[in-house]
C-alpha cells in the first residue's frame, strides 16, 4: 500500500500521514521528495549522488526519478508531497504509482499565515500535536519510534509563542502558501483524490488539542484568500488583490 498526502505547510501533514499509515500498516516515509530526503527509500537518502554522475546532472530530479522508481516496484509507505517539491513532469508518473491520494488543505488561511511564519522565524518545523500515549504507542512501534526521534512529539504541554514579523515578512509568507495551494489546486484537477479539510478530520479527543499557540501582537494586512472556494466550489476567482487587516 504506498499512500500519498498532498498538502500545503502547515496543515497537519505529519500527523494525518502518519495516522494514515498506522491505519493501513505501512511505513511512514515523511516528506519523501524534500530536498533533505529525511528518511530513506529505494536507496536514495538525503543528497543522493549516482554511482557514475553525468556532467549538468540535477541529483534531486534524478534521485525523485528514483523513489518513484522504488514505488512503482511495490515500496510500502504513507508519505508527504507538497507539489512543488516534485517536477510537474514526474506527476503522472508517481500518481500511477500509488494506490490511495489525498488532498490536505486548511480552511483557515489567517491560522495556516500565523503557523508558517513563526515556524519560518524561529526554523522550527515541528508539529504542535500532543497525540495521547494510546495512540502514539498503539500502532507499529517501528513506526512509532521513527516518529518519535523525528521530534514531532516533543510539546507535551501547551506552549505558547509571540512573534512581531515585519509586515513584508508577513505578505511573502502569505504568497508562499497561496503559490502552493495554486499548485495543489492544478494537481487536483489532473490527479484527483480524496478532498480532506484540516478542520473536519482534526476533531474529536484523538485529534484535539492543538497545544501550540501563536500571538502576533499588531495587525497584519494579509490577502482575502479561500482555500475551501478553491477545492470545494472550483473557485479560482478567489485569487484577488483584496486584502484585510487581520491580528493574526
Known amino acids: 500500500m504506498r499512500i500519498a498526502t498532498v498538502c500545503n505547510y502547515r496543515t497537519g501533514s505529519c500527523a494525518f500521514s502518519v495516522l494514515k499509515g498506522m491505519e493501513h500498516g505501512v511505513p511512514w516515509l515523511g516528506h519523501l521528495f524534500h530536498s533533505s530526503r529525511p528518511i530513506p527509500l529505494g536507496g536514495v537518502n538525503r543528497v543522493w549522488q549516482p554511482q557514475e554522475p553525468l556532467p549538468g546532472m540535477n541529483f534531486k530530479d534524478e534521485g525523485d526519478q528514483e523513489i518513484i522508481r522504488a514505488l512503482k516496484s511495490g515500496e510500502p509507505g504513507s508519505f508527504i508531497l507538497k507539489p512543488g517539491q516534485l517536477d510537474q513532469r514526474h506527476w503522472e508518473e508517481l500518481f500511477d504509482s500509488v494506490d490511495l491520494v489525498y488532498y490536505l488543505y486548511r480552511r483557515n488561511f489567517p491560522a495556516t499565515v500565523r503557523s508558517q511564519v513563526i515556524a519560518e ?32 512529539w516533543w510539546h507535551s504541554t501547551p506552549q505558547r509563542q509571540v512573534s512581531n514579523p515585519t509586515q513584508e515578512f508577513v505578505h511573502d509568507q502569505s504568497a508562499l502558501l497561496i503559490r502552493e495551494y495554486m499548485r495543489m489546486y492544478d494537481c487536483y484537477k489532473k490527479h484527483p483524490g480524496e478532498l480532506v479539510a484540516f478542520e473536519d478530520y482534526f476533531t474529536g479527543e484523538l485529534y484535539n488539542p492543538y497545544n501550540r499557540y501563536v500571538k502576533m501582537e499588531y495587525d497584519y494586512t494579509i490577502p482575502n484568500f479561500y482555500p475551501s472556494q478553491l477545492f470545494d466550489h472550483d473557485d479560482v476567482s478567489i485569487l484577488s488583490k483584496e486584502q484585510t487587516r487581520q491580528n493574526l
Open 121 to 152: 522565524l524561529k526554523s522550527d518545523f515541528g508539529t504542535g500535536w500532543f497525540v495521547p500515549e494510546e495512540v502514539k504507542y498503539g500502532g507499529n512501534k517501528q513506526l512509532i519510534a521513527k516518529y518519535v526521534h523525528l521530534g514531532v
